[in-house]
Nanobody, 130 residues
Framework: QVQLAESGGGLVQAGGSLTLSCVCS????????MGWFRQAPGKEREFVAA???????????DYTDSVKGRFTISRDNAKNTVYLQMGTLKPEDTAVYYC????????????????????WGQGTQVTVSS
């Protein structure tokens, strides 16, 4: 069973920044697409960003429109870790953030549907005050 552990959440003022980290226990981590999702109270879990390593210095990334230009997803395969750098945070970014792993993804395609991700972390709370 793959285990994922997020960290880095907290309380931040609007306009501020946070960086989330997620460590994955999967020994073939580099072959997985890694994603970040979030869930606000009373709302469905939504896709935030995903990243896949294609070899060498080639990475594929995907973002939901509401975070483009503000959030950056990255990964360090040597550390089995995926990151989500969040900037210019808004109150509407308040949610529990989850990282997840998927075997899907390839040239020109990254998964976005939660059902395409097989393993999930416990989540970390991000609260943005106005």
């Amino acid at each position: 069973q793959v285990q994922l552990a997020e960290s880095g959440g907290g309380l931040v003022q609007a306009g501020g920044s946070l960086t989330l980290s997620c460590v994955c226990s999967e020994r073939t981590f580099s072959s997985y697409t890694m994603g970040w999702f979030r869930q606000a109270p009373g709302k469905e879990r939504e896709f935030v960003a995903a990243i896949r390593w294609s070899g060498g210095l080639i990475y594929s990334t995907d973002y939901t429109d509401s975070v483009k230009g503000r959030f950056t997803i990255s990964r360090d395969n040597a550390k089995n870790t995926v990151y989500l750098q969040m900037g210019t945070l808004k109150p509407e970014d308040t949610a529990v953030y989850y990282c997840a792993s998927s075997r899907y993804g390839g040239s020109g395609y990254l998964p976005r549907a939660p059902n395409d991700f097989s393993s999930w972390g416990q989540g970390t709370q991000v609260t943005v005050s106005s």
